[in-house]
């Protein structure tokens, strides 16, 4: 397995901010893709997309509604082989609140130069590396994207290597060329669906979400992360909405 060299911000995030603690029940890392294929305006729809996500009442609901201790979120932006950059560094969502910090965040976020080519694999390794720190439950990684590895250790030599062991790995797939065949991702969602599946997602509960195109990014997100924040216990999923802690 190819040694991953960290950005220093992401060396910093992992370094400065500690375990978290053991009532955690869920630590979960976003990685967003922001590769060659990715303009500027669908770089601020993933932005926007995650921040009107995680506001969503549904998933406030998935985030704080549930018992067994509160989840950890970190989120982060990847492209190349060496070009990971936290956004959002480890962070315990333990009101409505500290959701409402991280959704200002993101949606100030400015995009980081990298390398055009989408290495999947080294996106999987950075996120596993963060998700190996901290002491929570149930450790998941979602990744986001909207192409095949075309660069950097291959998805499907990560995904059985130590370090991805004991995480889920799920795929937020972006293809939108059933929705639109003149787009700028002429995608079959069906292939890079196939794909993820084959190659990417792994571990207990692991599943594919899709979204047909960059305006579809912020209900797929919601869908996803409703999924992810409930688990097995999905269909258990209270269907009133709670009242939320604001401090």
Sequence with gaps: MNTLKLTLAGLAFLTTTGLATAECRQALAL??????????????????????????????????????????????????????????????????ADIAEVAGRLRQAQRVGGAPTTAIGAAMQMGATALQSRDCARRVLDLSGDGVANAGPLPQTVKTSAIVQGITVNG??????????????????????????????????????????????????????????????????????VTLAAQ
């Design 31 to 96: 990685g967003l893709d922001v590769s060659g294929s990715v303009d500027a305006r669908e770089y601020g729809l993933q932005m926007q997309g995650v921040a009107g996500a995680l506001e969503d009442p549904s998933v406030q609901q998935a985030l704080l509604g549930q018992p067994g201790g509160h989840v950890d979120l970190m989120v982060f932006e990847w492209s190349g082989p060496q070009d990971q950059h936290v956004v959002q560094p480890w962070r315990s969502l333990r009101s409505a």
């Design 172 to 241: 937020l797939i972006i293809a939108d060329f059933a929705a639109d065949p003149s787009s700028r991702h002429p995608t079959d969602p069906e292939g890079l669906t196939a794909y993820y599946q084959s190659y990417v997602i792994q571990g207990p509960q692991a599943f594919t979400e899709l979204a047909l195109g960059f305006d579809d990014y912020q209900d797929a997100m919601t869908r996803k992360l409703i999924r992810e924040l409930y688990g097995a216990g999905l269909m258990q999923a209270p269907s009133l909405p």
